[in-house]
């Protein structure tokens, strides 16, 4: 048995019929194929898939589509809208914050939300904010750095989606 | 029924469980539980996750009552909740990563009935009922008389838990919640603790002391509190009621930690939570969650 329900991802919304049991993550990739979001553990312990439901952080894996009917869905394609990378993207390239890249779309979501809830974050807030999302390639240290220059160049300026200043091979 | 509904009403809701649904509202315990293969999802479910109303904080005279659908982030901003029922806000900052703080509510980590789960010992502490929406109407029953077992209470499958009480607090009513963990975010508890203490001039009146992780069921220990309660609250006396409640302890071997390590950590998370409500109740500044504030060399 099929349920129809709408989903408005990035904007967009798409009238689908889901499986009751069939996970948001499932249905982003599968059925509106957004493949950006990632099935890491598939038991929410990594952070791989993790997407926002009405601006709050879920990981997709283990939350059921059927729920998330009438609702503004939010995945990493969303972050870059004009095909301009948001602030937080350049940083992540600019400090090496990505390697194999699988955790990268979880990163960015969930360093998104932190950003918007605490602008000024210290590097202890960003690790323990990060902490659900698991990096197997760098270490963490690129992506803390990259937060913490995105939270920077807005201190600096208010209006500046500038890239970094000093980027880590320069220092 | 089969498949999922949608209730929009808690009298909807109820007719779906007694027709055999099953409820879901954040999906944080159920569905991740099947996705480890632990229990495959109900074949009936109905979300409640919308239904208007559940999801508020509201205080009153009598204290504070929080929906069902209140999630772990709304307890963690509560002003209230961090300056008066501090153990509760020190549990909800530790549950899973902001993801699962943003979805999962009190309700199911209440209803999902673990040995392990952190909000259990600090409402048990505080002195939480439950609100039950029943086919004949509401019923109210203290938490202590909930949790029978893991994972089952003496809630019957077409009542939903609607509410969960905790009653005001007195002056100088200090309280906190510690655990032992592996990881910042994505744990439960390999041992834990709550306390809440009343100080009266320097003496300890009421104290209330729970365990986590430690038994089949959160349970509160009756002879650590003895042990506390009419004392200063110096250190013999902590001591005294941290090795009453590692005594009382009934732990098993599992993936987390074995049972010789969690009887032997007892007392040491006990005495860390007992330690962190005193210091509440005479307005010393320990920072939430009272498990990092209390780590290491702290005392």
């Known amino acids: 048995m099929t349920h129809p329900i709408t989903l408005r991802v990035n904007g967009v919304p798409y009238p689908l019929g889901v499986d009751a049991h069939a996970t948001l993550l499932n249905v982003i ?90 602008p000024h974050p210290a590097t ?20 803390v750095r990259a937060v913490l220059d995105v939270a920077a160049s807005r201190s600096a300026d208010p209006r500046s989606i500038a890239r970094p200043a000093v980027s880590r091979h320069e220092r | 029924m089969t498949g999922y509904i949608r209730a929009n009403t808690v009298e909807e809701a109820v007719a ?11 999906g944080t315990d159920l569905v991740v539980g099947a996705r480890q293969g632990k229990q495959s999802l109900p074949d009936a479910l109905v979300g409640i996750h919308r239904i208007p109303g559940l999801g508020a904080i509201t205080e009153t005279d009598a204290g504070i009552d929080l929906g069902t659908l209140v999630s772990h982030a709304a307890i963690v901003s509560h002003p209230a909740i961090r300056e008066r029922y501090t153990a509760l806000a020190d549990a909800s900052v530790l549950v899973g990563s902001h993801a699962t703080r943003a979805q999962g509510t009190l309700g199911g980590n209440v209803m999902h009935a673990s040995p392990a789960m952190d909000t259990g010992a600090p409402l048990l502490c505080l002195g939480g009922t439950a609100t039950f ?49 592996y990881r910042r975010h994505m744990e439960i508890a390999v041992v834990g603790a709550a306390a809440a203490v009343i100080l009266d001039g320097g003496a300890v009146t009421r104290a209330a002391i729970a365990i986590t992780a430690l038994a089949p069921v959160i349970r509160r220990v009756e002879s650590a509190e003895q042990a506390l309660t009419g004392t200063s609250g110096g250190a013999p006396a902590v001591e005294a009621a941290a090795q009453a409640a590692a005594d009382a302890a009934r732990p098993i071997d599992d993936v987390r930690a074995s049972a010789t390590y969690r009887r032997a950590m ?34």
């Open chain 1, 29 to 118: 990739r599968d059925q509106v194929a957004l493949t950006g979001s990632k099935e890491g553990c598939d038991d929410s312990e990594c952070g791989a898939c993790m997407m926002l439901i009405d601006g709050q952080p879920v990981n997709s894996c283990s939350y059921l589509a059927v729920q998330a009917d009438d609702t503004e869905v939010t995945t990493v394609e969303g972050l870059a809208p004009d095909d301009k990378l948001a602030p937080l993207q350049e940083a992540f390239l600019v400090e090496g914050a990505v390697q194999c890249g699988f955790c990268t779309p979880g990163m960015l979501i969930s360093a998104t939300c932190l950003l918007r809830d605490n």
């Open chain 1, 124 to 143: 202890d807030e960003v690790r323990i904010a990060l902490s659900g999302n698991l990096c197997r390639c760098t270490g963490y240290d690129g992506i």
């Open chain 2, 16 to 26: 779906a469980l007694a027709a055999g649904a099953r409820p879901i509202a954040g």
């Open chain 2, 133 to 181: 929406a029943t086919p004949s109407g509401d019923r109210t029953t203290d938490l202590v008389d909930l949790w029978t077992g893991p994972g089952e209470t003496t809630a019957g499958p077409d009542e939903l838990l609607v509410a969960v009480h905790l009653p005001a607090s007195a002056q100088a009513t200090g309280s906190a919640y510690v655990r032992l963990q």
């Open chain 2, 266 to 299: 007892a007392a040491v998370v006990t005495r860390r939570a007992v330690q962190a409500a005193i210091a509440r109740a005479r307005g010393e500044e320990i920072p939430i969650p009272a498990t990092e504030s209390t780590q290491g060399s702290w005392r």
